[in-house]
């Protein structure tokens, strides 16, 4: 038992005080793996999904990925410059959900957090999912056991998160670092070999010709193909979302750290997209037999299959699997800020031993299994899924600033930076959900709603809570009175001892309740007069009523329990306190040598109970060697018959 917290402060870390909060602040370069993996990582996975709805097109679609990337890095610059400007305004953190519920209302706000708490659990879910598809593209022989790598790796992710963000910071820092670096080189020394051979690079190792063309290019497919691509635009929202996870000018950091990932983010998706022109990389079937990812071919086409190509994959691995840690540093934080405005459990407001909002890392960990167990870990089977929510939370962030800087006033540039943020990203919205809505966004579009209803239930909840409790008036003098009170008894012992004492200690009327089912005999009532009230007589104390109630179906517990409403009954003013005496013993095995009635009682009493009806538990702590010495005192439950 004393080693217990130290294999939990190796594993988490010590517990942390609060005063120590802003220790766990962090700077820029700690910010681009906690809020960046995201944003990203899914230049491994966003050129992917594009090329994936090419492959009819043959090699005609590998030339079709620079022009789409190149609408997509329009999209990304107006987020990014929309979101800077949610920061000057928010410097405490405006998420959307924030930001709408202020300037758009409730109902808004609401949008915003379904489809935002949907979003990172999708980016969760196809982030592990996309590494394990990394991993899994390097040795094949793996491909069976992609769900239990996927949910190993989700465990270990949960353990990193819970030592709180600087340490997470810490850890994340160098595959994060060791993955640009490493697909940097691929985009350089690729660039370099693409413009040496003036625009026709021969790749080191052979690569799959693509198929034979299908089908003929469409509008259709390029809103299709380009709905897909915006994946790799989720998780730019993350670093407005945590401002203040960031140290002093947390602003002015929370910027630095969003200009850098868009940068970064830009150049890779960029490079990606013209060296898969310039060396003919298709996307290859992620069902068939001979799948391999993008970068794979990439970079081996550029670097050939040594050493680096290991390196670079095993980088990509790392960080697409990180990458699900953008939702661990998020969704907590959106699940607070929904918690404050009660459209939540209050639960979500609690920080754990690591300053975390721990139950937001519980909640998103048992959703993120669920999704990976039911698509069974596959990056594509999710990605149709994804999307929709950031898009239709940026739409309603940058809307929400619109209005934000029009009440502002003055302020006509930034109105219009928002508003054009609002246009795009709302046209993008609707283009992701028609195009993707048969593959699987009716799912998404079908739990939103569903979310919003369940978060007006909650309000609803403690509206009617807080109008039932509210009180502003003064102690009501005519409710300090003694309450009648109930003890269940079966025997006389010390646990009945220790109980009748304690009731005599908090009223004059109290009554014995003692159920006779005709099995065993009456030996309560027999020994009532000289054990009891003798002694009480004697000293001048109140005498206990014994109530013995007849049960000839042998029925213990509903007897009592009607008996103690009939008094609630009679009395509707008076409190009925019932106290419940219960043997606790020192191991988990020795209560399956006791019934459980004291528990089932408790369990009546709160279901079936009212507000006059008070429970309050008598323990007796057996002692002794394996409880010899009490057992040789005669100690058993009063109600809990050993």
């Given at each position: 038992?004393?080693?217990?917290?130290?294999?939990?402060?190796?594993?988490?870390?010590?517990?942390?005080?609060?005063?120590?909060?802003?220790?766990?602040?962090?700077?820029?370069?700690?910010?681009?793996?906690?809020?960046?993996?995201?944003?990203?990582?899914?230049?491994?996975?966003?050129?992917?999904?594009?090329?994936?709805?090419?492959?009819?097109?043959?090699?005609?679609?590998?030339?079709?990925?620079?022009?789409?990337?190149?609408?997509?890095?329009?999209?990304?610059?107006?987020?990014?410059?929309?979101?800077?400007?949610?920061?000057?305004?928010?410097?405490?953190?405006?998420?959307?959900?924030?930001?709408?519920?202020?300037?758009?209302?409730?109902?808004?706000?609401?949008?915003?957090?379904?489809?935002?708490?949907?979003?990172?659990?999708?980016?969760?879910?196809?982030?592990?999912?996309?590494?394990?598809?990394?991993?899994?593209?390097?040795?094949?022989?793996?491909?069976?056991?992609?769900?239990?790598?996927?949910?190993?790796?989700?465990?270990?992710?949960?353990?990193?998160?819970?030592?709180?963000?600087?340490?997470?910071?810490?850890?994340?820092?160098?595959?994060?670092?060791?993955?640009?670096?490493?697909?940097?080189?691929?985009?350089?020394?690729?660039?370099?070999?693409?413009?040496?051979?003036?625009?026709?690079?021969?790749?080191?190792?052979?690569?799959?010709?693509?198929?034979?063309?299908?089908?003929?290019?469409?509008?259709?497919?390029?809103?299709?193909?380009?709905?897909?691509?915006?994946?790799?635009?989720?998780?730019?929202?993350?670093?407005?979302?945590?401002?203040?996870?960031?140290?002093?000018d947390a602003g002015r950091n929370a910027k630095i750290t969003l200009t850098i990932i868009i940068a970064l983010l830009a150049v890779l998706l960029l490079g990606i997209a013209l060296l898969c022109r310039a060396y003919g990389v298709a996307a290859t079937?992620?069902?068939?037999?001979?799948?391999?990812?993008?970068?794979?071919?990439?970079?081996?086409?550029?670097?050939?299959?040594?050493?680096?190509?290991?390196?670079?994959?095993?980088?990509?691995?790392?960080?697409?699997?990180?990458?699900?840690?953008?939702?661990?540093?998020?969704?907590?934080?959106?699940?607070?800020?929904?918690?404050?405005?009660?459209?939540?459990?209050?639960?979500?407001?609690?920080?754990?031993?690591?300053?975390?909002?721990?139950?937001?890392?519980?909640?998103?960990?048992?959703?993120?299994?669920?999704?990976?167990?039911?698509?069974?870990?596959?990056?594509?089977?999710?990605?149709?899924?994804?999307?929709?929510?950031?898009?239709?939370?940026?739409?309603?962030?940058?809307?929400?600033?619109?209005?934000?800087?029009?009440?502002?006033?003055?302020?006509?540039?930034?109105?219009?930076?928002?508003?054009?943020?609002?246009?795009?990203?709302?046209?993008?919205?609707?283009?992701?959900?028609?195009?993707?809505?048969?593959?699987?966004?009716?799912?998404?579009?079908?739990?939103?709603?569903?979310?919003?209803?369940?978060?007006?239930?909650?309000?609803?909840?403690?509206?009617?809570?807080?109008?039932?409790?509210?009180?502003?008036?003064?102690?009501?003098?005519?409710?300090?009175?003694?309450?009648?009170?109930?003890?269940?008894?079966?025997?006389?012992?010390?646990?009945?001892?220790?109980?009748?004492?304690?009731?005599?200690?908090?009223?004059?009327?109290?009554?014995?309740?003692?159920?006779?089912?005709?099995?065993?005999?009456?030996?309560?009532?027999?020994?009532?007069?000289?054990?009891?009230?003798?002694?009480?007589?004697?000293?001048?104390?109140?005498?206990?009523?014994?109530?013995?109630?007849?049960?000839?179906?042998?029925?213990?517990?509903?007897?009592?329990?009607?008996?103690?409403?009939?008094?609630?009954?009679?009395?509707?003013?008076?409190?009925?306190?019932?106290?419940?005496?219960?043997?606790?013993?020192?191991?988990?095995?020795e209560n399956l040598m006791h019934n459980r009635r004291a528990d089932l009682l408790k369990v009546i009493l709160l279901v079936r109970g009212n507000r006059n009806i008070v429970v309050i538990n008598i323990p007796w702590y057996l002692e002794g060697e394996?409880?010899?010495?009490?057992?040789?005192?005669?100690?058993?439950?009063?109600?809990?018959?050993?």
């Amino acid at each position: 038992m004393a080693s217990r917290p130290n294999v939990l402060n190796i594993l988490l870390g010590r517990p942390l005080a609060t005063s120590e909060e802003r220790a766990e602040s962090i700077g820029p370069a700690a910010g681009i793996p906690i809020f960046g993996l995201d944003a990203l990582s899914s230049a491994a996975y966003g050129p992917e999904a594009a090329l994936t709805l090419l492959i009819p097109l043959g090699l005609l679609g590998v030339k079709e990925i620079v022009p789409i990337s190149l609408a997509i890095l329009i999209l990304l610059t107006i987020v990014y410059f929309s979101y800077r400007q949610t920061i000057d305004a928010y410097p405490h953190g405006g998420g959307s959900f924030t930001v709408a519920s202020e300037n758009l209302g409730d109902g808004a706000g609401l949008l915003a957090a379904a489809a935002l708490m949907i979003d990172y659990v999708l980016t969760a879910a196809v982030g592990i999912s996309a590494g394990v598809g990394a991993l899994i593209s390097a040795a094949p022989q793996l491909q069976p056991h992609t769900l239990a790598i996927c949910l190993g790796i989700l465990a270990l992710l949960t353990l990193v998160n819970m030592r709180g963000v600087h340490d997470t910071g810490v850890i994340f820092m160098i595959p994060t670092y060791l993955f640009l670096a490493t697909l940097l080189i691929v985009i350089g020394v690729g660039g370099w070999h693409t413009i040496a051979s003036g625009g026709h690079p021969a790749p080191i190792t052979p690569l799959p010709s693509p198929p034979a063309a299908t089908q003929m290019l469409t509008l259709w497919l390029i809103l299709k193909v380009f709905s897909s691509g915006c994946t790799a635009m989720t998780g730019v929202e993350a670093v407005s979302n945590g401002v203040m996870a960031f140290r002093e000018d947390a602003g002015r950091n929370a910027k630095i750290t969003l200009t850098i990932i868009i940068a970064l983010l830009a150049v890779l998706l960029l490079g990606i997209a013209l060296l898969c022109r310039a060396y003919g990389v298709a996307a290859t079937d992620p069902d068939g037999g001979n799948y391999e990812s993008v970068l794979s071919m990439l970079t081996r086409a550029v670097m050939g299959h040594g050493w680096f190509y290991y390196t670079t994959i095993g980088s990509i691995l790392l960080v697409l699997a990180l990458s699900a840690n953008t939702a661990f540093a998020d969704f907590p934080r959106l699940t607070r800020a929904i918690a404050l405005h009660d459209f939540l459990p209050h639960v979500f407001l609690l920080r754990g031993r690591r300053l975390l909002y721990s139950w937001g890392i519980y909640v998103l960990v048992g959703l993120t299994a669920i999704l990976l167990i039911i698509f069974g870990g596959v990056t594509d089977r999710l990605i149709p899924l994804y999307a929709i929510g950031a898009f239709l939370a940026f739409t309603l962030s940058q809307a929400g600033m619109v209005v934000h800087w029009r009440r502002k006033g003055n302020s006509q540039l930034r109105t219009a930076v928002n508003g054009v943020g609002a246009l795009a990203t709302g046209v993008t919205a609707a283009v992701v959900l028609v195009t993707k809505f048969t593959s699987g966004a009716w799912i998404t579009a079908l739990l939103i709603p569903s979310m919003i209803l369940i978060m007006r239930a909650v309000k609803r909840h403690y509206v009617r809570v807080g109008r039932e409790t509210q009180l502003d008036t003064p102690l009501s003098v005519a409710l300090v009175q003694e309450p009648i009170v109930v003890m269940p008894i079966d025997r006389w012992s010390r646990i009945t001892e220790k109980g009748v004492s304690f009731a005599l200690s908090l009223s004059s009327d109290v009554r014995c309740l003692h159920v006779q089912s005709g099995e065993e005999a009456d030996t309560i009532s027999e020994v009532w007069e000289k054990l009891i009230v003798a002694p009480l007589k004697g000293a001048g104390k109140p005498i206990p009523k014994l109530v013995v109630l007849k049960s000839p179906y042998r029925y213990i517990l509903q007897p009592m329990v009607d008996y103690i409403h009939s008094i609630c009954t009679a009395k509707q003013e008076q409190r009925v306190c019932v106290l419940v005496p219960e043997l606790v013993v020192r191991h988990w095995w020795e209560n399956l040598m006791h019934n459980r009635r004291a528990d089932l009682l408790k369990v009546i009493l709160l279901v079936r109970g009212n507000r006059n009806i008070v429970v309050i538990n008598i323990p007796w702590y057996l002692e002794g060697e394996n409880g010899a010495d009490a057992e040789e005192s005669g100690v058993a439950a009063a109600l809990p018959k050993p």
